[in-house]
């Protein structure tokens, strides 16, 4: 359910959470966070016969790509322990969602990133940038939605 006593979920409920990078919830090593996505997408497609229009449908391959956008200071955060953040190798990036207004219905939802890696590392900035951010691809092998298997 999204609302909860009335309450969406919001940006402000999110937190981040990795293990192999040492990153425990609540954890203020990824407080220069200011964007997070993914998103999972299978290709399916019509297919064809006799007449034109469509006589079955096709499913192909399922895709995962996720993305964070984190600013200098986290990123240099990261480069310090790791020296780039190519350099950091696969890790799972667990996504959390609480409402702490649920009082009796305190419910946590989790994306986990499974096996994310990083495949470039850089900056950008321009004039007038009053903070310089980055979004970075995570490149997942899967993407987990709460306890259950992934497809």
């Given at each position: 359910?999204?609302?909860?006593?009335?309450?969406?979920?919001?940006?402000?409920?999110?937190?981040?959470?990795?293990?192999?990078?040492?990153?425990?919830?609540?954890?203020?090593?990824?407080?220069?966070?200011?964007?997070?996505?993914?998103?999972?997408?299978?290709?399916?497609?019509?297919?064809?016969?006799?007449?034109?229009?469509?006589?079955?449908?096709?499913?192909?391959?399922?895709?995962?790509?996720?993305?964070i956008t984190m600013?200098?200071?986290?990123?240099?955060?990261?480069?310090?322990?790791?020296?780039?953040?190519?350099?950091?190798?696969?890790?799972?990036?667990?996504?959390?969602?609480?409402?702490?207004?649920?009082?009796?219905?305190?419910?946590?939802?989790?994306?986990?990133?499974?096996?994310?890696?990083?495949?470039?590392?850089?900056?950008?900035?321009?004039?007038?940038?009053?903070?310089?951010?980055?979004?970075?691809?995570?490149?997942?092998?899967?993407?987990?939605?709460?306890?259950?298997?992934?497809?």
């Amino acid at each position: 359910m999204p609302i909860i006593n009335n309450v969406a979920y919001s940006w402000s409920m999110i937190t981040l959470s990795s293990t192999a990078l040492g990153i425990d919830e609540g954890s203020t090593t990824l407080q220069g966070v200011s964007g997070i996505k993914w998103n999972k997408k299978r290709k399916i497609e019509s297919n064809y016969g006799m007449g034109g229009k469509p006589v079955s449908r096709g499913f192909g391959n399922i895709t995962y790509t996720a993305g964070i956008t984190m600013d200098y200071e986290t990123q240099q955060m990261l480069r310090s322990t790791y020296g780039s953040l190519m350099d950091i190798g696969e890790f799972d990036l667990i996504i959390s969602f609480a409402n702490p207004m649920a009082s009796d219905d305190w419910t946590t939802t989790t994306v986990t990133l499974k096996g994310c890696i990083f495949s470039e590392d850089g900056m950008e900035s321009k004039q007038d940038d009053t903070d310089i951010t980055h979004e970075f691809d995570l490149n997942p092998f899967d993407i987990q939605i709460g306890d259950a298997m992934s497809i």
